[in-house]
C-alpha cells in the first residue's frame, strides 16, 4: 500500500478451508515497457486496505477485487489506481488481496464452487465493512464491490451467495449481512455454464431479485473473457427484474483497468459514475 494505509488482515484467526501454497507470497512487475503492472501471487494471508477520501466524503465504499485468473492478483491495474479514482470521488475504496495460489491452474479451478477461498474471502470482507461502518464514516446501506476478470466472476458471486456464508461465524462481522448494495463487473470470466455449449449462466451464480445493481462494461474483442460471460449474466438480472447497465464496446481487448487508452471504453469510469448518481448512492 501507499504510505499512510496499513494491510489489515481479515481473518482474527485461522483462515477457512486453507489450501497449502508451494512457497511465500511475491510481488513482482509483469508487462513491457513502462508502467508495467504489479502482480501478486501466492497469497494464502488475505488483507484488505481502506482508502479513505480526503475530502467530500460520499459515504459510499466499494470493496475492489482484482483480476488475475483466480492464480495471482493484478494489484495496482486492477486495484490501487481503482482507489485513486473512487477516493477523488468522495467514496472510500477498499482493496481485497484475496487469497489465490499462484500458480498456474485450469481455467475454473479457484472459481467457487471448485474453490471457496476468494468468495469466503470476500462475503467477509463485505461483512466487516458494514461492521465498520461508522468508524470508517460509511453509510452501511452504500456498500458495493467492483472487479475485474475474474475478480468481476467475485463480484457476480458475492453479489448472488449471500444468503449464507461459506464459513462458520467467527465474531460479531459475521453477524452482517455480506449482501453487497451494488455492483461493478468489467470483462468478468467464468460466467458461462463451461460444461456445456449451450448459452447458460454458471448454475454457481444463482440471479434473483435480490442480486443488487450491476453495471457491466465489456469489449468484443477481448481475447481472454468472451463476450458472452457478460451477455449471459445480463440477461439472467433483466429477467430476474435486477436494474442493470451494460455497455458494449467494438475494440479495447482485455485486462484495461483505468488506464487511458484510444479506445471508447476508456470512458467507462464516467459512465460508472453517472450510474452511482442514478442509483442514489452518491449525489450529483
Excluded at 483462515?15 to 513482482?28: C, I, K, L, S, T
Excluded at 480526503?54 to 481503482?82: C, H, M, Q, R, S
Excluded at 489465490?100 to 461483512?127: C, F, I, K
Excluded at 449462466?201 to 443488487?212: G, I
Amino acid at each position: 500500500p501507499s504510505p499512510g494505509h496499513a494491510q489489515i488482515k481479515i481473518w482474527p484467526g485461522a483462515v477457512p478451508d486453507a489450501q497449502p501454497v508451494a512457497g511465500p507470497e511475491y510481488m513482482q512487475k509483469v508487462g513491457d515497457g513502462s508502467p508495467g503492472a504489479i502482480v501478486i501471487g501466492k497469497v494464502s494471508q488475505p488483507t484488505m486496505t481502506v482508502y479513505s477520501p480526503k475530502e467530500n466524503n460520499t459515504g459510499a465504499a466499494v470493496v475492489v477485487f482484482p483480476g488475475g485468473g483466480y492464480w495471482l492478483l493484478y494489484i495496482d491495474l486492477e486495484g490501487t489506481e481503482v482507489c485513486d479514482w473512487l477516493t477523488s470521488k468522495g467514496i472510500t475504496c477498499i482493496v481485497l488481496k484475496y487469497r489465490v495460489p499462484g500458480d498456474h491452474m485450469s481455467p475454473h479451478s479457484g472459481a467457487y464452487p471448485n474453490s471457496s477461498m476468494a468468495l469466503e474471502d470476500a462475503q467477509r470482507t463485505v461483512g466487516l465493512v458494514r461492521f465498520h461502518a461508522t468508524e470508517w464514516h460509511i453509510d452501511p446501506h452504500k456498500i458495493g464491490v467492483l472487479g475485474f476478470s475474474a475478480g468481476g466472476h467475485l463480484v457476480a458471486a458475492v453479489s448472488t451467495n449471500f444468503r449464507k456464508r461459506l464459513y462458520p461465524a467467527v465474531d460479531e462481522a459475521d453477524e452482517e449481512s455480506c449482501r453487497p448494495d451494488f455492483a461493478i463487473a468489467l470483462y468478468p470470466g467464468h460466467m458461462l455454464e463451461h460444461t456445456s455449449k449451450e448459452f447458460q449462466l454458471n448454475p454457481y451464480v444463482p440471479v434473483s431479485k435480490q442480486t443488487p445493481p450491476t453495471f457491466i462494461v465489456q469489449n468484443e474483442d477481448d481475447p481472454i473473457d468472451n463476450i458472452n460471460n457478460s451477455l449471459v449474466y445480463y440477461i439472467a438480472l433483466k429477467n430476474a427484474g435486477v436494474p442493470v447497465e451494460m455497455h458494449l464496446y467494438a475494440h479495447g481487448g482485455h485486462g484495461f483497468g483505468l488506464r487511458r487508452t484510444n479506445f471508447p471504453v476508456t470512458g467507462w469510469p464516467d459512465l460508472a459514475e453517472t450510474w452511482l448518481h442514478t442509483i442514489g448512492m452518491i449525489p450529483k
